[in-house]
């Protein structure tokens, strides 16, 4: 595959009657990527996905995959199964009366492929996922991440040219889930496979992903690297969606070095703004209980209360009227504690208003 584009889609729409379901998306996936794509029930991400996988017909558009055209609205359709395109979903949809090997090694005696080829591909997809001592189980006698593994090991078999994933560890357990996203990223890092991972979990996309591409309302609301969308969100949409933020209304000055929060706190700002009104992004990992006396952006704030959830405590701070939640690993302070707090200028991002925010 080295050489070739990995994925393009160019202005692809899809409408359900009167209704577009997708807006004139365009995504490109590099060879070996793993791109995810992010947002809330309803936001496009699986009609996308489906429509790359050819499961459903876009309205318009324009799908390649490796420099060849999959899809056109001038006619080109190719039929889901010539696409050279592996799918995971939420249901494992496992054989019960095959084995391991028997249900991975499915798809290529359907293709008919000689004895002895499936025998090593088999073995390298299951050696892939960690499961080539299971291979003469039953399903039934697996627990849920061994058998999403089967389930992506049979996708591997078939050495795909393109890896689609719709929600794959959806119906596994918090723990299970966060096991399962390293292993996904390591086996699909270790195959080289291109791979697009549709998820509204935001912690997921941010583990597994290379890429991601937050999706609102059928069109794209930001995309780039998941550090990059956290630390630096496009709009409030992406500031509230990927993790959490205090969201505050203020007034950027002329200049755009400081914002008026809510009238009350003027903050600086290295990350110069337009002047006028915006949304003040602040994530509550960035409040920090202030040590020095001369820093920046200091604030004196009350405790309004304690959220200890082990390894983090979330407080509920007032300051001077406004409201923030600030984030740390440490337990110190009880509600009615006062304390002063820092927000480090080069962190607060100011976009622009797009609906109401406290």
């Known amino acids: 595959m080295t050489g070739n584009t990995g994925l393009v889609v160019t202005q692809l729409t899809k409408n359900f009657g009167d209704e577009p379901a997708v807006r004139g998306i365009s995504l490109t996936v590099e060879t070996g990527q793993i791109v995810a794509l992010l947002g809330p029930s309803g936001c496009g991400k699986t009609t996308t996905l489906r429509s790359i996988a050819g499961l459903e017909t876009p309205t318009s558009g324009t799908i390649t995959l490796d420099d060849d055209v999959i899809f056109s609205g001038d006619g080109i359709d190719v039929s889901p199964e010539r696409r050279g395109i592996g799918l995971v979903f939420q249901s494992y949809a496992l054989w019960p009366h095959m084995t391991v090997f028997e249900n991975v090694a499915y798809g290529l005696r359907v293709a008919r492929v000689s004895r002895a080829e499936l025998r090593s591909r088999v073995q390298e997809a299951l050696e892939s996922v960690q499961l080539q001592a299971l291979r003469d189980r039953y399903p039934s006698t697996l627990s849920g991440g061994q058998q999403q593994r089967v389930a992506l090991a049979r996708s591997l078999v078939m050495r795909p ?198």
């Open 161 to 358: 040219k393109l890896l689609l994933f719709d929600e794959p560890l959806s119906n596994l357990d918090m723990k299970l889930r966060e096991s399962m996203r390293q292993e996904l990223r390591q086996a699909m890092k270790q195959t080289g496979l291109t791979c697009v991972y549709v998820t509204h979990d935001q912690q997921e996309a941010m583990a597994i992903a290379d890429r991601m591409i937050v999706l609102r309302d059928g069109a794209i609301a930001q995309e780039g690297m998941p550090a990059e969308i956290y630390a630096r969100p496009g709009n409030t949409f992406v500031a509230s969606f990927v993790g959490s933020a205090n969201l505050l209304r203020g007034e950027v000055a002329v200049g755009g070095r400081s914002v008026r929060v809510l009238d009350a706190i003027t903050l600086e700002l290295d990350d110069p703004a337009p002047a006028g009104a915006g949304t003040v992004v602040i994530r509550p990992e960035w409040i920090r209980a202030a040590r020095d006396a001369d820093r920046r952006n200091r604030i004196r704030a009350r405790v309004a209360d304690v959220t200890f959830l082990g390894n983090i405590t979330f407080y509920d701070l007032d300051a001077a009227g406004t409201s923030l939640r600030m984030q740390s690993t440490s337990f110190d302070h009880r509600p009615g504690d006062e304390l002063d707090v820092e927000i480090p200028p080069e962190l607060i991002r100011v976009v622009p208003i797009e609906e109401e925010v406290s």
